[in-house]
């Protein structure tokens, strides 16, 4: 079976043959990802390569992404069904009225965080007073600056805020262009200790903007059609993400194999700095949505106009296509 296609043919990708469901044919399922392959998506990987997905009767061809935002579009469009992006990305096109839903909470709260050298003195999110900012273009981060600020004391006055194209966020900080970026737990971090850089690093989740993160969606048409091929995908993806978190170096294999263009030193950090994600903020299962981190979410983003003030937060997600709680994987 063919589990990767160019990502230049995901615009057309589709979920179809879907009344095939026999002994001897399987559900043909694509699955969208948010962006290149690596250690984010091990999980998925894992459910391909230990045959949980072909045991619940689903043929899942993964294909990789271009950006949360751009894979929303992707199914609030129609052009695909079932994808995995930023809940954030994914809630501002539903709160617009694209019929769309989460299905799945994964990051229960989000990987944002300030990443600074040691050397620049920054010992709280308070020390950013009078720093020079770079901010990544298009990122999430820019954003959800003004409720980090609030929540630590600061207003954007109090520093330099430098817009800066995503490729040079690591390479200006360590040229000592800014004294700190907006970057994150999973990416620009890995990037610079991988480069020998000493950091300190304020997660934004742990000063003041706790909020939801990447997800597992569907279109509103797919999900009514399609409810049992929904719950047997999810109930297959959670396993994998079991699996991943009991066997990281395994299902890093599993994710080689599918795409082999990775890079398996920066994926296994990935899949290190992303676990801690699964089940923060006190979440009970992983996977499951908990309705106070979605209301929570729903406060905080309002009050920056990424969300509409007055917005049901039940209005993004749903827990109805999970599995019982019993067979699903609790926090400890």
Same mark, same amino acid.
């Given at each position: 079976?063919?589990?990767?296609?160019?990502?230049?043919? $995901?615009?057309?990708?589709?979920?179809?043959?879907?009344?095939?469901?026999?002994?001897?044919?399987?559900?043909?399922?694509?699955?969208?990802?948010?962006?290149?392959?690596?250690?984010?998506? $091990?999980?998925?990987?894992?459910?391909?390569?230990?045959?949980?997905?072909?045991?619940?009767?689903?043929?899942?061809?993964?294909?990789?992404?271009?950006?949360?935002?751009?894979?929303?579009?992707?199914?609030?469009?129609?052009?695909?069904?079932?994808?995995?992006?930023?809940?954030?990305?994914?809630?501002?096109?539903?709160?617009?009225?694209?019929?769309?839903?989460?299905?799945?909470?994964?990051?229960?709260?989000?990987?944002?965080?300030?990443?600074?050298?040691?050397?620049?003195?920054?010992?709280?999110?308070?020390?950013?007073?009078?720093?020079?900012?770079?901010?990544?273009?298009?990122?999430?981060?820019?954003?959800?600056?003004?409720?980090?600020?609030?929540?630590?004391?600061?207003?954007?006055?109090?520093?330099?805020?430098?817009?800066?194209?995503?490729?040079?966020?690591?390479?200006?900080?360590?040229?000592?262009?800014?004294?700190?970026?907006?970057?994150?737990?999973?990416?620009?971090?890995?990037?610079?200790?991988?480069?020998?850089?000493?950091?300190?690093?304020?997660?934004?989740?742990?000063?003041?903007?706790?909020?939801?993160?990447?997800?597992?969606?569907?279109?509103?048409?797919?999900?009514?059609?399609?409810?049992?091929?929904?719950?047997?995908?999810?109930?297959?993806?959670?396993?994998?993400?079991?699996?991943?978190?009991?066997?990281?170096?395994?299902?890093?294999?599993?994710?080689?194999?599918?795409?082999?263009?990775?890079?398996?030193?920066?994926?296994?950090?990935?899949?290190?700095?992303?676990?801690?994600?699964?089940?923060?903020?006190?979440?009970?299962?992983?996977?499951?949505?908990?309705?106070?981190?979605?209301?929570?979410?729903?406060?905080?983003?309002?009050?920056?106009?990424?969300?509409?003030?007055?917005?049901?937060?039940?209005?993004?997600?749903?827990?109805?296509?999970?599995?019982?709680?019993?067979?699903?994987?609790?926090?400890?």
């Amino acid at each position: 079976m063919k589990h990767w296609i160019n990502r230049s043919f $995901a615009a057309a990708a589709l979920v179809t043959g879907l009344g095939l469901s026999t002994a001897f044919a399987q559900t043909p399922v694509t699955f969208q990802l948010n962006w290149t392959a690596g250690g984010p998506n $091990a999980g998925f990987a894992a459910a391909v390569g230990e045959g949980y997905y072909k045991a619940a009767g689903l043929d899942v061809t993964i294909v990789q992404g271009n950006g949360s935002g751009n894979t929303a579009q992707l199914v609030a469009s129609g052009r695909s069904q079932l994808a995995y992006a930023d809940a954030v990305a994914v809630a501002q096109l539903i709160s617009k009225g694209a019929p769309m839903k989460v299905v799945s909470t994964i990051y229960q709260s989000n990987p944002n965080a300030v990443n600074a050298l040691k050397k620049a003195g920054i010992k709280s999110v308070a020390d950013l007073k009078g720093k020079k900012i770079g901010v990544p273009a298009g990122g999430s981060q820019g954003p959800m600056l003004p409720l980090l600020l609030k929540a630590n004391g600061l207003k954007e006055s109090d520093m330099t805020l430098m817009n800066m194209p995503v490729a040079a966020m690591v390479p200006s900080l360590l040229q000592g262009q800014v004294d700190a970026i907006l970057g994150s737990t999973d990416a620009y971090q890995i990037q610079l200790e991988m480069q020998g850089a000493e950091l300190d690093n304020y997660p934004f989740a742990d000063h003041g903007v706790p909020t939801v993160a990447t997800s597992i969606f569907g279109s509103g048409e797919f999900l009514k059609q399609n409810p049992d091929v929904v719950k047997k995908f999810i109930a297959a993806s959670l396993k994998g993400w079991s699996f991943a978190l009991d066997n990281p170096e395994k299902a890093i294999e599993h994710t080689k194999k599918l795409f082999p263009d990775m890079n398996v030193k920066l994926a296994t950090a990935e899949l290190a700095a992303i676990t801690p994600l699964f089940c923060s903020g006190g979440a009970k299962f992983i996977g499951k949505a908990e309705d106070a981190h979605w209301t929570r979410t729903q406060a905080l983003l309002s009050e920056v106009k990424l969300l509409p003030e007055g917005q049901d937060p039940k209005s993004y997600y749903t827990n109805e296509y999970l599995p019982a709680e019993g067979e699903m994987r609790a926090c400890k």
